[in-house]
């Protein structure tokens, strides 16, 4: 097996265990927030519903800038999320397409790619290896943050914040806005 068959395997495998942590996530009870008791941002509102959209969000603007000459900007995943948001169901599907949109960026790489230097979402150079890795790891650490939140929120009625408000909010000065 070559160094890009790992790779995929293992974006397939934190990909699962993202998908298993999210199995049986009712959507009021991916709208529920925890209380903010910091001021540090989280990259989400704290709800299972914004950690999807972020890391959706994630995998498409880490395979736009580094793998499809930015076809795809910030302000463009603004714009898509917020066409359904709140809605659950559509969540679970730009995530898939994200996941699909971000695999299929980088799956025909020869293993000699992984030391060519990619541009990064912040606009600087990385190896490529340490891009993939990077959301590689992303999915797993949220995974177990679904994990814990699952049993530390219940249901509820009232919506998220929006996750579009929030990418235009911290990604405006971002240079793939």
Known sequence: MNAIDT???????????????????SEKLSWAVLPQGGADYLHSDGSIHGIVLHIATCKIMYASAAF???EILWRDCAKRVET?????????????????YWVSSWENLKDDDLDVERIHTSGNPRP???????????DSYHAGQIA?????????DKHPPSVAEDIRKYCA???FW
Do not use: C
């Not at 490529?128 to 992303?138: A, E, F, L, S």
């Not at 814990?148 to 509820?156: D, G, K, N, S, V």
């Open 7 to 25: 790779l995929l395997r293992a974006a397939e495998y934190s990909y699962s265990e993202l998908l298993e942590a999210l199995d049986g996530v």
């Open 68 to 70: 499809r000459n930015a």
């Open 84 to 100: 359904f948001e709140p809605n659950w169901k559509a969540a679970l599907d730009y995530l898939a397409e994200a996941h699909q």
């Open 128 to 138: 490529t290896w340490k891009i993939i890795y990077t959301v590689i790891q992303h």
């Open 148 to 156: 814990m939140l699952r049993y530390a929120l219940t249901e509820t």
């Open 173 to 175: 000065n971002e240079p």
